[in-house]
């Protein structure tokens, strides 16, 4: 069974830092490109960014880019989000989820996702 | 700011066929695949459709999708009350090199 569990979510001074992590098991982690995608409360899903399986290559969205940094350690088949100078629209729950697909980014889908961890960024 | 234009509600009675709109344009539904997420009161998305009309193991088949040039839409057949949820369409954007999501869809069983 897949399963895919964040931590490291919490209460954050605007400007301040966090790291989340997305521990992953039941797939064969290191060659599935991973995903973060968060959701400010009551309102809809917004895709952060995405890391290749075995190679390097990330995305951002421009809302987080220079902000945030994805990454990954597949030998403890784990994600990571380290997230700096936070603003109170960062405020949100984010969800890791595998990205599966074929070919070209166009053809990618979310497969499976955590249960989200909730991040605040308040003073 | 969502790209992907979703009515913000859609309802029908247990039996009835419920169908979701999702607008776009050129650079992303016009050009690339469209999936659906279904996500339950207080849960986490889950993946409904992918690539325009395919469904993972374990989805009835009383969803499905289907996508006409820059318009994706998800139908939901004999409506049941486990089906009240938040839907969002989803697909790649050439243009902002992003996923984007639809502006999502809350479904009611009345």
């Known amino acids: 069974e897949v399963q895919l569990l964040e931590s490291g979510g919490g209460l954050v001074q605007p400007g301040g830092s966090l790291r989340l992590s997305c521990a992953a098991s039941?797939?064969?982690?290191?060659?599935?490109?991973m995903s973060w995608v968060r959701q400010a409360p009551g309102k809809g899903l917004e895709w952060v960014s995405t890391?290749?399986?075995?190679?390097?290559?990330?995305l951002y969205a421009d809302s987080v880019k220079g902000r945030f940094t994805i990454s990954r350690d597949n030998s403890k088949n784990t994600l990571y989000l380290q997230m700096s100078s936070l603003r109170a629209e960062d405020t949100a729950v984010y969800y890791c989820a595998n990205r599966a697909g074929v070919g070209a980014a166009g053809t990618r889908y979310f497969q499976h996702w955590g249960q989200g961890t909730l991040v605040t960024v308040s003073s | 700011q969502s790209v992907l234009t979703q009515p913000p509600s859609a309802s029908g009675t247990p039996g009835q066929r419920v169908t979701i709109s999702c607008s776009g344009s050129?650079?992303?539904?016009?050009?690339?695949?469209v999936n659906w997420y279904q996500q339950l009161p207080g849960t986490a998305p889950k993946l409904l459709i992918y690539?325009?009309?395919q469904r993972p193991s374990g989805v009835p088949d009383r969803f499905s999708g289907s996508k006409s040039g820059t318009s994706a839409s998800l139908a939901i057949s004999g409506l049941q009350s486990e089906d009240e949820a938040d839907y969002y369409c989803a697909s790649w954007d050439d243009s902002l090199n992003s996923h984007i999501f639809g502006t999502g869809t809350k479904v009611t069983v009345l």
């Open positions: 050129s650079s992303n539904i016009g050009s690339n695949a």
């Open positions: 890391i290749g399986g075995n190679d390097p290559t990330t």
């Open positions: 690539t325009n009309n």
């Open positions: 039941g797939f064969t982690f290191s060659i599935y490109a």
